[in-house]
């Protein structure tokens, strides 16, 4: 009996780790995968536009975090143009020329 009981605990303990139930009715089964669907977008997003995202961050304490995605491009471009910071290249043109050239 406590063999059984032990066994019956850790079942239940495998299930509470895999989660709720999958959805029964469809309307359930179709937000749940809507939701699946936003998630993945909004980390695609995060990504490429190199703002942090809890659920990507696999690095464990105390270690140094890779640059990924957008937040990569957008430090290489700020070494690569960083000497020219300040420059303003359209200074002698008015709206007009810039209008124009639009």
């Given at each position: 009996m406590k063999e059984i009981r032990q066994k019956a605990k850790e079942t239940e303990d495998d299930l509470r780790d895999l989660g709720p139930a999958m959805p029964s009715q469809?309307?359930?089964?179709?937000?749940?995968?809507?939701?699946?669907?936003?998630?993945?977008?909004?980390?695609?997003?995060?990504?490429?536009?190199?703002?942090?995202?809890?659920?990507?961050?696999?690095?464990?304490?105390?270690?140094?975090?890779?640059?990924?995605?957008?937040?990569?491009?957008?430090?290489n471009f700020y070494h690569l143009y960083q000497e020219y910071e300040g420059l303003a290249a359209c200074s002698e043109y008015d709206d007009m020329h810039i209008q124009k050239a639009i």
């Open positions: 469809d309307t359930e089964k179709m937000q749940l995968l809507w939701n699946m669907i936003t998630d993945f977008i909004q980390t695609y997003k995060n990504t490429i536009s190199g703002r942090y995202d809890a659920k990507r961050s696999y690095a464990a304490a105390g270690s140094s975090v890779e640059l990924s995605g957008g937040a990569k491009i957008k430090a």
